[in-house]
């Protein structure tokens, strides 16, 4: 049941999932806006992670930005679509005989899927694993994500978007204050562009792509100190190569703010600023593009993101495509 905003573009998916490539390309071109402190660290960094890195592609001074690893995107966007495959009643299921058995009769199976999780548990055979990919598995083998992004940066220098923030930690037993601790942290408002390109994906599972992005809100530092990040979506392209990588997109949209006067060191940017320029900065960069490009804002795009949204909100509905969609993966043989 592909979403009937997603029908025009139906050329631009796979029917099935594929058993070798073809190179099908729908890219979400998109805005992470921290909307609370964050903390963006490698496991056991005490600072934040930081690139020096020619500031634009056009004005092309060195800058030093704040690095947000490509892990650090994609794997809440995983735990948050494997959350909602275990709520809709997905697990547990057993593939039998080319056929796909859900809750009881899959129960009763021996070699059954009770769950499916990162990092040592994956089931090998649900939607997730099929489109965000595994390491080696045993018996399995490994299979390659079908979908690509790599580190973004953000648009500003690191200086005006940090903050070292103190906290003194009192010991109640003792009534004294502590240790000082100093924490590293981005600030609210921070912007990050960033592109996730899948490839080869049916439209259902760019549906379900889509969705685990604009659901997800937590990104950052694991545990309790994780920030809060809203995800904006500027477009959908669909090409047949990809289209640019997240520093030239952070680089474009430097050199199109400075074009239009905005002096980053001064000013903050707002949301409206991005709107504003991304489509003449997409453009630009995919002008020169050895390929073909078809690029959805505007209008279409809002009613793309709108029955995105719609299935989102219906229970019932929700719970029937995300059953179908692991029909689909799980009767996927290699
Ligand atoms: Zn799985």
């Known amino acids: 049941m592909i979403l009937k905003t997603l029908q025009p573009y139906t050329n631009y998916f796979v029917p099935t999932i594929p058993r070798t490539p073809t190179n099908r390309y729908a890219s979400i071109v998109l805005l992470r806006e921290t909307k609370s402190y964050a903390i963006f660290t490698t496991e056991g960094g005490e600072q934040q992670d930081v690139e020096e890195v020619p500031a634009g592609l056009t004005h092309a001074e060195p800058t030093t930005r704040l690095v947000m690893f490509k892990r650090k995107q994609v794997a809440p966007e995983r735990r948050t679509g494997k ?27 021996q070699n059954h899927y009770d769950d499916c999780y990162l990092t040592e548990g994956l089931c090998t055979h649900c939607p997730d694993c099929l489109i965000y990919g595994y390491a080696a598995i045993e018996a399995e083998g490994a299979r390659k994500a079908r979908l690509m992004t790599d580190t973004c940066f953000t648009v500003r220098p690191y200086e005006i978007i940090q903050k070292q ?26 912007f990050l562009p960033a592109v996730e390109t899948t490839v080869d994906l049916t439209a259902d599972e760019f549906t379900y792509v889509l969705g685990n992005v604009l659901r997800t809100t937590r990104y950052g530092k694991e545990g309790t100190r994780q920030g809060f990040v809203r995800n904006h979506i500027l477009a959908i392209a669909f090409s047949d190569v990809e289209l640019f990588a997240n520093l030239e997109f952070t680089q474009a949209l430097y050199d199109a703010f400075v074009d239009a006067g905005i002096d980053l060191a001064a000013d903050g940017l707002t949301l409206a600023d991005f709107q504003q320029h991304a489509e003449a900065v997409i453009q630009r960069l995919t002008g020169q593009l050895t390929g073909r490009l078809t690029l959805v804002t505007g209008e279409e795009l809002a009613g793309i993101l709108e029955d995105v949204r719609a299935l989102n909100q219906n229970e019932e509905r929700l719970a029937g495509f995300l059953r179908d969609l692991n029909t689909q993966s799980a009767s996927f043989v290699v």
């Open 83 to 109: 959350a909602l495959l275990r709520q809709y009643g997905v697990f547990p299921y057993a593939i039998r005989d080319g056929r796909v058995l859900y809750g009881e009769e899959a129960a009763q199976i």
């Open 165 to 190: 923030v103190k906290f003194n930690v009192i010991d109640e037993a003792r009534h004294t204050s502590g240790t000082i601790t100093e924490y590293d942290y981005t600030t609210p408002g921070v």
